[in-house]
T-cell receptor, first 118, second 114 residues
Framework: GAVVSQHPSRVICKSGTSVKIECRSL??????MFWYRQFPKQSLMLMAT?????????EQGVEKDKFLINHASLTLSTLTVTSAHPEDSSFYIC??????????????FGEGSRLTVL | GESVGLHLPTLSVQEGDNSIINCAYS??????FIWYKQESGKGPQFIID?????DKRQGQRVTVLLNKTVKHLSLQIAATQPGDSAVYFCAEMGPDNYGQNFVFGPGTRLSVLP
């Protein structure tokens, strides 16, 4: 099946630094990708919808300037956590849908990136 | 709306027994459903899907049942194995959100006891 790759899988950074997480669709094109945040023992929380060639759509309560999303190509979206603080520590997951499939095709998920801010 | 910040219910089953995980979905217009499995520290993986023109679909050791009347979805796992221990999410999609993110249920943690 289709593969979505996330990198890095784990990252530890100091408070105040910025961290970039990449999400790549390896064998399909994705005009739309999704970024989630997941706290321990909780469900996925959609943060934003990443649109190739245009601005991301953020969910209510998610700071655009804090979580920068860039979707510069049909196979790559990046999430940058700017000026990270300990409360930003979380598990970040991306997903993508094959643009060539019907609108209700399944979402393929990345393996997630665990961010720890010291 | 999206499932946000809900703590996971837990289902514990004995190894070898059958597991039934339930999900109540919210939108009567939803017509496509997926069950995902998420192991600790990993992203969700596709298990099985079903469209609204079906009531039942079977995969390898898994069966999904859809009851549109009461907006209920269930995942049955036969002969549960230790490797089945994970969190299971149902996801729904309909005309309101075609091409967008699925609406995810809160998830259920399955623990398989030896």
């Amino acid at each position: 099946g289709a593969v979505v790759s996330q990198h890095p899988s784990r990252v530890i950074c100091k408070s105040g630094t910025s961290v970039k997480i990449e999400c790549r669709s390896l064998d399909f094109q994705a005009t739309t990708m999704f970024w989630y945040r997941q706290f321990p023992k909780q469900s996925l929380m959609l943060m934003a919808t990443s649109n190739e060639g245009s601005k991301a759509t953020y969910e209510q309560g998610v700071e655009k300037d804090k979580f920068l999303i860039n979707h510069a190509s049909l196979t790559l979206s990046t999430l940058t956590v700017t000026s990270a603080h300990p409360e930003d520590s979380s598990f970040y997951i991306c997903s993508a849908r094959d643009s060539g499939t019907f609108n209700t095709g399944e979402l393929f998920f990345g393996e997630g990136s665990r961010l720890t801010v010291l | 709306g999206e499932s946000v910040g809900l703590h996971l219910p837990t289902l514990s089953v004995q190894e070898g027994d059958n597991s039934i995980i339930n999900c109540a979905y919210s939108n009567s217009a939803s017509d496509y459903f997926i069950w995902y499995k998420q192991e600790s520290g990993k992203g969700p993986q596709f298990i099985i899907d079903i469209r609204s023109n079906m009531d039942k679909r079977q995969g390898q050791r898994v069966t999904v049942l859809l009851n549109k009347t009461v907006k209920h979805l269930s995942l049955q796992i036969a002969a549960t194995q230790p490797g089945d221990s994970a969190v299971y999410f149902c996801a729904e999609m309909g005309p309101d959100n075609y091409g967008q993110n699925f609406v995810f249920g809160p998830g259920t943690r399955l623990s398989v006891l030896p």
